[in-house]
């Protein structure tokens, strides 16, 4: 079902009504970089520019954190994660922390017909 869940980082979903507020979900990684990446990473910073090992690593890192998320937020019974972010930091020098974040809320297609936006 996790794959069913919709994540915005707006606190609005455009087309969807929200139905219930369920609350605070996250999903969490931490990762460690490994010692043959931090070195051929340190080769790579000699002559400056992007790291790619460090890249990559960051990438999969947010795939994997929001994929918790989403399972998290199925788990409370939503369908839906408005108002999403991600935070990283760092821990002991050698591994990187990667938390995506949101409301989980249950939310349904808005029928309404949409109106014309009348300034009073």
């Known amino acids: 079902m996790s794959d069913e869940i919709i994540v915005?980082?707006?606190?609005?979903l455009p087309g969807y009504r929200i139905t219930k507020t369920i609350g605070f979900t996250?999903?969490?990684?931490?990762?460690?970089?490994?010692l043959g990446r931090n070195i051929t990473a340190?080769?790579?910073s000699l002559a400056g520019g992007e790291i790619?090992?460090?890249?990559?690593?960051?990438n999969q890192s947010r795939e994997e954190a929001l994929a918790r998320?989403?399972?998290?937020?199925?788990?409370?019974?939503?369908?839906?994660?408005?108002?999403?972010?991600?935070d990283s930091s760092e821990t002991g020098g050698i591994m990187t922390e990667v938390?995506?974040?949101?409301?989980a809320v249950v939310v349904e297609k808005d029928t309404a017909t949409a109106g014309p936006v009348r300034l009073a």
């Open 8 to 12: 915005v980082s707006t606190p609005y």
């Open 26 to 34: 996250w999903g969490l990684i931490v990762r460690s970089r490994g």
């Open 42 to 44: 340190g080769l790579r």
């Open 52 to 58: 790619h090992e460090y890249t990559q690593l960051l």
């Open 69 to 86: 998320l989403k399972e998290h937020a199925a788990s409370l019974g939503a369908n839906a994660v408005i108002g999403a972010a991600f």
């Open 99 to 103: 938390l995506a974040y949101g409301t």
